[in-house]
């Protein structure tokens, strides 16, 4: 299909009789306990932003306790122990079950609607993150009161952490309480990533895409980059608290602050994460208030693009104080100060827009002032923390308490709070109250600088951080108390919006409004189905472009006006030029998807209590529910092309890079390779800060022979894969499925040989953070092939059913790209365990 737009409506004729009919049919929601299994975008949407906005709420109440504590010196409320624990849990609920899950939650509920799509490519894996989330992050809060809660402070700064300074199971419900919130970030990100690259309306090019679709896919990169060192780290700092094997411990050749780099390589891209969102949130709603086209808009994708670049070079922005050489402070002290210049750019492009238009005076537009306001007085002290002297000074002060909070509030509470009053209407059909949001904004701006202005001055007066009280006479009490007044009057600025929301929020069915007169696409009519057909788009503000949209699309008069196939559906487009591939058919509602969640969260909870029967079935309910969904996500072609409108007819299945399951086995693949690289980094990181040898000259290395013929067996297993690959498009499905059983065997033969390598010589990963890192990358490749096997043997399985031919090869396809992954992976780890045989 030709880029083009149409000379004319797809569809002018009148609709045939039964299609609106047909397409309510296979949408319709569940009733009763039903309710529970819908995996559409906004029911699951707006759980996620609930769930997300509770987890709010639980962390602001400790927030409270602790500003009450402090607010005079030597106060009793709580004991230091009750205190670190609080503290902990603070910063944890905000970080990893508030303010990463708020920014994936919002791009599920949105950007269906603004890409002109049914829905997202994998409606089930968004319902999976969010089960697993709620259900493990509930359970991980109600630590707190149990006296379990983790107390080592969000980071978890080992050696305080490992075992013999944190005994007990505190620890590990950090650990191993926030597996599901990494497995629900990870697959938030693919359903990002592959949605706005896949699922975009015909004619959306990338220079067309909405600021807010660059935004998330560029964040959607971003975690899949930039949550495998906290992924690694954690479990890393488990096999050490379980089995002692000491990848922290300096005096057996580990290194506590390995924990630091790979905690920050997670920890300073995040903020940029919880910020780009809320920045593409500002971007739509500041064209709209202003109601004019964004200024700058290529400028502003450069921005993004910059920020998300140059953040994965801060790490080291939180470790100045840490006796770093001068040379390396030089450059994460420059990268520091650069990345305020894309942010910079942005906030001018807004200001411009703003200047340039007749702004609209509404709620959202003063959240958009008072987050200007808070946002650039963050970043001013971010600068000034780029200092490297200046650090050393402020660095364990409440200075730092204050910048982050500044950066945190302004940069994503503000425009979050913006958008729930701008896209309020788009799910309830009316807008929130005026009055309560003018209310809740001034008392939150108020509150935010009220708690957190005075705690520059105290952190420059000496004020530590992380202390549960202090001493009298130091002239900190009236800054601690203005903090603790502001923190109740920021509370209830929050409290209103909430009632707000109680009070004045109703989700409706059909919704046809646009109260701000908006000009992006999910302001068009909406329903459980979406909207009614996919227009093709032709400018980055089609609802300003052409007024009548809207009810051309309700009228069905664009493309995809009913159900072609009989079940749920969009359009899948090219990843570039957006042209229309296939239609999707989309899974509807399934228990499948909680049944997985719940298993997922109960299993990594009750392994952190040692309940090891229920973690079992937890993995096993997991499992199953995963592996019959994904039975079902592979339909049969059905051969036949379906018109779709306007002369065009598509195919209802497709293989290969045009697949969106190619793009999202790729996208998988990325996590892995990226989670495999920080584990290489931690082995080089480990060999060149330890003086006594890597490893020392009483270990042995790894048995050569066995690492050549692991080797060996790799090569032979991608060959066996390799000659399987192409004797399907020859429907020899016995000799397939030999030579993928042959695959599979040389797997586990490489495996063994790579075990052995170790085995076989004097290497305990007790002794010595080598030998823990070699067994640790052994492991790695164990887990794989264990992988291997489930995805070998549900092939197989659907080979011998007849489920798998030269057209229907999706899940083979899927086989073969991780195989050939694994194996480079695999022979990778072999030479890397070996290269101190080599340097000498």
């Known amino acids: 299909m030709s880029s083009r737009p149409p000379d004319e409506l797809p569809n002018t004729l009148p609709r045939p009789a039964g299609e609106f009919e047909r397409l309510q049919a296979v949408w319709k929601r569940p009733r009763g306990w039903r309710v529970l299994t819908q995996v559409n975008n906004t029911a699951i949407g707006l759980w996620y932003i609930g769930a997300a906005l509770l987890f709010l709420v639980l962390g602001g109440i400790l927030a409270l306790i602790m500003r009450t504590q402090l607010v005079v010196p030597g106060n009793d409320l709580v004991d230091y122990d009750l205190y670190n624990q609080l503290f902990t849990m603070h910063g944890s609920v905000m970080m990893f079950l508030f303010a990463v899950p708020v920014i994936e939650a919002i791009g599920i509920l949105l950007l269906p609607a603004m890409q002109g799509a049914r829905d997202l490519p994998f409606p089930r894996l968004s319902a999976y993150a969010f089960w697993a989330y709620f259900v493990g992050g509930l359970v991980f809060f109600t630590t707190i009161f149990f006296d379990l809660a983790p107390d080592g402070g969000w980071f978890m700064y080992p050696p305080l952490t490992s075992y013999e300074f944190s005994p007990g199971l505190r620890t590990d419900f950090w650990l191993l309480g926030i597996g599901f919130i990494e497995i629900s970030a990870i697959a938030g990100a693919i359903e990002i990533v592959v949605g706005i690259l896949r699922t975009r309306p015909p004619g959306m090019t990338l220079d067309k895409m909405p600021i807010y679709l660059w935004a998330m896919l560029i964040v959607g990169a971003m975690i899949i980059f930039g949550f495998p060192p906290v992924i690694l780290a954690t479990a890393l700092l488990e096999l050490e608290r379980a089995f002692h094997w000491p990848f922290f411990l300096a005096e057996k050749g580990g ?374 969904w994904l039975w079902q996500s592979d339909p049969a072609p059905s051969g036949k092309l379906f018109d779709i409108g306007g002369g065009l007819s598509l195919p209802d299945y497709m293989t290969g890079s045009n697949s969106h399951s190619w793009w999202s086995m790729v996208v998988l693949m990325l996590v892995d390779g990226s989670i495999f690289a920080c584990l290489i980094f931690t082995f080089f990181y480990l060999w060149t800060v330890t003086l006594s040898g890597f490893p020392p000259e009483s270990l042995e290395l790894p048995l050569i022979g066995s690492s050549v013929a692991a080797a060996l067996a790799w090569a032979v297993s991608v060959a066996a894969m390799y000659v399987s690959n192409r004797m399907l498009p020859q429907k020899r499905m016995g000799a397939v499925g030999l030579t993928l059983t042959a695959a599979l065997a040389g797997v586990w033969i490489a495996f063994g040989l790579s075990l052995h390598a170790l085995l076989e010589t004097n290497l305990q990963p007790q002794l010595h953070g080598y030998a823990s890192t070699a067994y640790t990358t052994v492991a790695w490749q164990g887990l794989h092939a264990v992988l291997l096997t489930l995805m070998a043997g549900f092939t197989l399985v659907r080979l011998w059913l007849g489920m798998i031919d030269p057209v229907r090869r999706v899940v083979f396809d899927n086989t073969r790209i991780m195989w050939y992954y694994c194996a480079a992976q695999g022979v990778l780890a072999l030479l890397v365990m070996s290269s101190p045989r080599l340097a000498m």
């Open 255 to 628: 290194d506590p602050l390995l924990w630091q780099h790979l905690f920050w390589l997670f920890g300073h891209p995040d903020v940029y994460i919880i910020f780009l969102p809320a920045a593409g949130l500002v971007s739509m709603m500041v064209a709209t208030m202003a109601q004019t086209p964004l200024i700058g808009y290529r400028w502003i994708v450069v921005a993004m693009l910059a920020t998300g670049t140059i953040s994965f070079a801060l790490w080291v922005h939180h470790m100045f104080a840490t006796g770093m050489p001068h040379l390396s402070l030089s450059f994460f002290s420059a990268a520091s100060m650069a990345v305020a210049i894309p942010a910079g750019l942005q906030v001018f492009s807004w200001i411009a827009t703003l200047w340039r238009g007749n702004v609209q005076r509404t709620t959202p537009t003063y959240f958009l002032l008072g987050f200007f306001g808070v946002f650039v007085l963050g970043g001013l002290t971010g600068v000034m923390l780029a200092v490297v002297p200046y650090d050393w000074q402020a660095h364990d002060t409440y200075f730092v308490v204050a910048h982050l909070h500044y950066v945190l509030i302004g940069g994503m509470l503000f425009p979050v709070f913006a958008g729930i009053y701008y896209w309020a209407p788009l799910i309830s059909g009316r807008q929130l109250s005026e009055r309560m949001g003018t209310w809740a904004c001034t008392i939150m701006f108020i509150g935010v600088n009220l708690t957190f202005f005075p705690m520059h001055i105290a952190g420059l007066l000496g004020m530590p951080r992380r202390v549960w009280t202090y001493a009298d006479g130091y002239g900190l009490e009236i800054y601690n108390l203005l903090s603790t007044v502001g923190a109740f009057v920021f509370a209830a600025g929050i409290g209103i919006v909430l009632l707000d929301l109680l009070l004045h929020f109703r989700p409706a069915g059909k919704v046809n409004t646009n109260p701000w007169r908006a000009g992006s696409l999910e302001w068009l009519p909406q329903d459980e189905y979406a909207i009614r057909s996919i227009p093709f788009v032709t400018n980055r503000d089609p609802l300003w472009a052409n007024p009548s949209l809207p009810e051309e699309v309700d009228a069905g008069q664009h493309y995809l006006p009913g159900t072609a196939t009989g079940v749920r559906e969009t359009i899948v487009t090219s990843p570039i030029d957006a042209r229309p591939q296939y239609v999707l058919r989309l899974p509807g509602s399934s228990w499948l998807p909680v049944l997985a969640g719940v298993g997922t969260a109960v299993f990594f909870l009750a392994l952190t209590v040692k309940w090891m029967v229920i973690a079992v079935l937890g993995a096993i309910v997991a499992l199953v529910s995963i592996l019959m």
